[in-house]
């Protein structure tokens, strides 16, 4: 068994006629056919559905491709490490940082290991709610930061680290509700919230309010503009809040008759992988010592 045979049935796997599978291996039909018929002679049995209308694997050759491609990320991996050994490092790396997550500790160690590794592109994103959970999840990103709840691990087989948290807070512009009120009347005014993430959990139960009259953006910035100009209330990070409370332009609304403030962990994450690469493990590193600060 050849381990291109392996990549042709990967091929195969994934398209609907032999035309495509031989644009895309760069190979005639012929070469595809014999390829696909030298496998199954050393296999035994069939790994194509010849009687079906398109290209499409038999059952056995299902089961077998879904363990064939544990060889195929092995090899995927050997290649990562291969081109490490020949370039140095990661050609790219990208990280999704929660604005509500932002610290100088994090922009610290994420901008010495800039430094460090000169050859490699740091792309850094953000948005809405668990954007860097589903980031990592789905592979745009190989690290995410940012608010962390124990059932984030039924999404995806994630190493995680606890290197801080955040304190949440119910914040409006200074005169714009009373400074204490019930719960009850906090429904009454319009709320300022963020997006919703494509998590099943993340839903109307997370907002604190169930108003009607309600605005919802993607990133903290608009959400502190809004709050700035007096459109409503907000549930929202108390330390990206905090010069503008300082100074008086923002104030913290209380609720005389249910919790009011919230604390988080902010973790690091990222996907379990067996290799992980020089600058990928360098800041993992970096973060590995500012959670042993924050758990000291």
């Not at 100088?104 to 994103?125: H, P, Q």
């Not at 709050?227 to 409370?245: P, Q, V, W, Y």
Request: negative net charge.
């Amino acid at each position: 068994m050849k381990l291109a045979d392996l990549e042709i049935l990967d091929a195969v796997a994934n398209s609907k006629s032999l035309q495509e599978v031989a644009l895309r291996m760069h190979k005639t039909q012929p070469a595809i056919s014999q390829s696909i018929k030298r496998l199954e002679q050393n296999l035994g049995f069939s790994i194509v559905d010849r009687e079906a209308y398109r290209l499409k694997l038999t059952e056995q050759g299902r089961h077998f491709y879904l363990e064939a491609t544990k060889l195929l990320a092995i090899r995927d991996d050997l290649k990562i490490l291969a081109n490490e050994f020949a370039e140095g490092n990661e050609a790219k790396f990208s990280i999704c940082y929660e604005p509500i997550s932002y610290q100088n500790i994090y922009n610290e160690a994420i901008g010495d290991i800039f430094k460090t590794y000169k050859s490699t592109e740091f792309s850094i994103t953000s948005g809405p709610r668990f954007e860097a959970l589903q980031q990592v999840n789905s592979c745009r990103a190989e690290l995410g930061i940012g608010p962390w709840f124990d059932l984030f691990h039924a999404t995806g087989e994630l190493e995680t680290m606890k290197v801080g948290e955040i304190e949440l807070g119910i914040v409006a512009k200074k005169g714009l509700l009373p400074s204490s009120l019930q719960y009850e009347a906090l429904e009454s005014y319009p709320c300022i919230a963020m997006f919703e993430s494509a998590f099943a959990f993340d839903s109307e139960r997370l907002a604190y309010t169930l108003n009607t009259n309600r605005m919802k953006v993607d990133d903290l910035t608009s959400m502190k503009s809004f709050l700035l100009s007096g459109l409503g209330f907000a549930l929202t990070s108390l330390a990206h809040c905090k010069n503008e409370i300082d100074n008086g332009e923002l104030e913290r609304i209380r609720i005389v008759d249910r919790q009011d403030s919230f604390t988080a962990n902010i973790h690091v994450f990222r996907k379990h992988t067996r290799h992980h690469g020089p600058v990928a493990r360098a800041i993992w590193s970096r973060f590995e010592q500012l959670g042993e600060k924050y758990d000291g």
